[in-house]
T-cell receptor
Framework: AAGVIQSPRHLIKEKRETATLKCYPI?????VYWYQQGPGQDPQFLIS???????DKGSIPDRFSAQQFSDYHSELNMSSLELGDSALYFC?????????????FGEGSRLTVL | AQKVTQAQTEISVVEKEDVTLDCVYE???????LFWYKQPPSGELVFLIR??????QNEISGRYSWNFQKSTSSFNFTITASQVVDSAVYFC???????????????FGTGTQLKVEL
């Protein structure tokens, strides 16, 4: 079965650069979530989208933005990168009307800021 | 606000021992979901189990079992006859059963590092 696809899997950037992470949800899933997991930390919710509209917002820095496109894939844009942005970024998707509560996670994109 | 507490930061056991990971949660919602995820060293989040707040039936699946007690807001996870491959960080998580907007945002506990040694 198709899973959530994230790209790139690994990314290395310098401070003050920009990075873009992409997420392709499971086919027919309409909701996408982004999580950030710092070293030794638990995943922290950043933002979610339902039917291409932002549905919830967590601890996402103002330097970050995200959107969901017409094909339901999502992109997380991170600008003016800081060392503290080094983390594992997870995307998850769900089918909201089914509302089973389950999120399906991608394998994560590991961002290293030097 | 929702909160998940995993008081055990790290647990070390010898292979074949049973181990229980504790999880206590707080929520004002009457309908919610509880989860356990496993994160091996490779980093991915592996879904283990989901329980909704109306289903307090405990379950055994192979070497895994869960004990959900609404009265104490606990959702503990037990591995029987642990194996070295069980070594990972285990996260307990909570989401509300969203009816409108927001979907099912997860709140994670801080995780328990399980080390299973030979």
């Amino acid at each position: 079965a198709a899973g959530v696809i994230q790209s790139p899997r690994h990314l290395i950037k310098e401070k003050r650069e920009t990075a873009t992470l992409k997420c392709y949800p499971i086919p027919r899933h309409d909701t996408v979530y982004w999580y950030q997991q710092g070293p030794g930390q638990d995943p922290q919710f950043l933002i979610s989208f339902y039917e291409k509209m932002q549905s919830d917002k967590g601890s996402i820095p103002d330097r970050f933005s995200a959107q969901q496109f017409s094909d339901y894939h999502s992109e997380l844009n991170m600008s003016s990168l800081e060392l503290g942005d080094s983390a594992l970024y997870f995307c998850a998707s769900s089918l909201r009307p089914k509302n089973t509560g389950e999120l399906f996670f991608g394998e994560g994109s590991r961002l290293t800021v030097l | 606000a929702q909160k998940v507490t995993q008081a055990q930061t790290e647990i070390s056991v010898v292979e074949k021992e049973d181990v229980t990971l504790d999880c206590v949660y707080e929520t004002r919602d009457t309908t919610y979901y509880l989860f356990w995820y496993k994160q091996p060293p490779s980093g991915e989040l592996v879904f283990l189990i989901r329980r909704n707040s109306f289903d307090e039936q405990n379950e055994i699946s192979g070497r895994y079992s869960w004990n959900f007690q609404k009265s104490t807001s606990s959702f503990n996870f037990t591995i029987t006859a642990s194996q070295v491959v069980d070594s990972a960080v285990y996260f307990c998580a909570l989401s509300e059963a969203a009816i409108t907007g927001g979907g099912n945002k997860l709140t994670f506990g801080t995780g328990t590092q399980l080390k299973v040694e030979l």
